[in-house]
T-cell receptor
């Protein structure tokens, strides 16, 4: 089956620093990747959609200058949380679709970000 | 994409069938019903999807009513590891963006 990995699985950082989260599709080429955020006891909220080689499309209310998304290759997308603050602490999850399973989304295991 | 309505929580005895309902009364003709589940602190896992016919795979069965306004996910023999939040999502399978919009889901607690 299609496998999506995320790195790191957990990260703790100081307020004001930037954090980069990687999302990789391990056994298929992901033409589209999605980034979600999930607060405790809440559902997943879509942040942005990124297509390989083009700019990401952000959902309403998501600051594109704060959450930088790069999808430079068909197997890697990165989310950088710039100048992180405690309210950015959340569970960040990516998903990927592409190849033979164009319409299916395969999710990564998530990254737990804690900003002190 | 159409909205869905699910009960916030359900219990099920281990070994029994778990039947999770979902209402999607505003679904349009070209929208599919997808089910995902999320075990605590993990990414969502795809379970099954369908358009109008009932579907079955190794994980579950999906029963869609004839008018397509509701569906039921059936886990035939629930185990403790099936405890999770189950999300019913309606989306266009051929959507250019392929976005999945998650509702609040149903928290299924499988009890010994």
């Amino acid at each position: 089956g299609a496998v999506v990995s995320q790195h790191p699985s957990r990260v703790i950082c100081k307020s004001g620093t930037s954090v980069k989260i990687e999302c990789r599709s391990l056994d298929f080429q992901a033409t589209t990747m999605f980034w979600y955020r999930q607060f405790p006891k809440k559902s997943l909220m879509l942040m942005a959609t990124s297509n390989e080689g083009s700019k990401a499309t952000y959902e309403q209310g998501v600051e594109k200058d704060k959450f930088l998304i790069n999808h430079a290759s068909l197997t890697l997308s990165t989310l950088t949380v710039t100048s992180a603050h405690p309210e950015d602490s959340s569970f960040y999850i990516c998903s990927a679709s592409g190849g033979a399973s164009y319409n299916e989304q395969f999710f990564g295991p998530g990254t737990r970000l804690t900003v002190l | 994409d159409a909205k869905t309505t699910q009960p916030p929580s359900m219990d099920c005895a281990e070994g029994r069938a778990a039947n999770l309902p979902c209402n999607h009364s505003t679904i349009s003709g070209n929208e599919y019903v997808y089910w995902y589940r999320q075990i605590h602190s993990q990414g969502p896992q795809y379970i099954i999807h369908g358009l109008k016919n009932n579907e079955t795979n190794e994980m579950a069965s999906l029963i869609i009513t004839e008018d397509r306004k509701s569906s039921t996910l059936i886990l035939p023999h629930a185990t403790l590891r099936d405890t999770a939040v189950y999300y019913c999502i309606v989306r266009l399978a051929s959507s250019n963006t392929g976005k999945l919009i998650f509702g609040q889901g149903t928290t299924l607690q499988v009890k010994p």
